[in-house]
């Protein structure tokens, strides 16, 4: 019998703009080690937090190629998230809103993130433990 | 009586928002509720030594439980021995067992 708890996540910043996204990935490292499956409803900007084409870069005013750059992209984020909840055993669920990726143009996503709408957020808090939402202000 | 624990992210010096947030955590205080706040990112400013924020003091005063982020401390340079009295290091970890324990957890 599984009896870990479940915590969902709504939020709607997108990469690269706050420092909110970074307290957001930190909050969902914390769950996965308190042993916490987590559920992530991204909507507005956050749904650009999964697409996959977003690309590292250099820093040519610093003098610095791509690999000593090493710009953090949120993508590989969500990835190391989802293998730390597979080494774990825990569930790692990741729905972006439809309607804000299509606004967006960014349907192409990194793999284990769905798409979906109000009612998965709905859903999600529902049957979750308990629900942090982080709003933009 | 309900568990509140208030993710206070925003500063009094940039958002007047902040006077209400810190009145409603003081009027649930002051109902009997449990509050506790953690500060995070530019949240923490208030927390040093010699910082005026009038409403975060008085709350220190009341005895409501105040904490910053450890991670969001250290961006700042902000050491333990900067903190004003009171106010205990801690990290978001603590959002997690709020959350897990049932606690209603407000995102300011």
């Not at chain 1, 949120?74 to 293998?83: E, F, M, N, R, S």
Request: charged share 25%; proline share 4%; net charge negative.
């Amino acid at each position: 019998m599984n009896d870990r708890k479940t915590l969902t996540f709504a939020f709607m910043d997108p990469p690269f703009e706050s420092e909110r996204t970074v307290t957001f990935f930190r909050l969902l490292d914390a769950a996965l080690e308190k042993d916490t499956h987590v559920r992530v409803f991204a909507y507005e900007g956050a749904v650009a937090l999964a697409f996959a084409k977003q690309s590292p870069h250099g820093n040519a005013v610093h003098g610095r190629n791509t690999e000593e750059e090493a710009h953090p992209l949120t993508k590989d984020w969500i990835v190391a998230l989802q293998q730390k909840a597979r080494t774990k055993g825990l569930n790692f669920e990741w729905i972006n809103c439809g309607l804000c990726v299509d606004e967006r143009g960014v349907n192409d996503v990194i793999e284990d993130c769905g798409r979906g709408g109000p009612p998965d957020l709905w859903r999600y808090a529902s049957q979750s433990f308990n629900t942090l939402t982080i709003g933009t202000r | 009586m309900s568990n509140y624990l208030f993710i206070q992210s925003q500063d009094p010096f940039t958002e007047v928002r902040t006077e209400h947030q810190f009145a409603l955590a003081g009027q649930l205080f002051d109902a009997g509720h449990n509050v506790q706040i953690l500060l995070v990112q530019n949240g923490v400013i208030p927390a040093r030594q010699g910082a005026r924020s009038q409403h975060l003091d008085q709350l220190i005063e009341w005895g409501v439980p105040v904490l910053a982020d450890d991670f969001s401390l250290q961006q700042r340079q902000i050491s333990d021995d900067d903190l004003k009295d009171n106010i205990a290091v801690d990290s978001v970890d603590s959002v997690i067992d709020a959350l897990l324990d049932g606690h209603k957890v407000i995102w300011n």
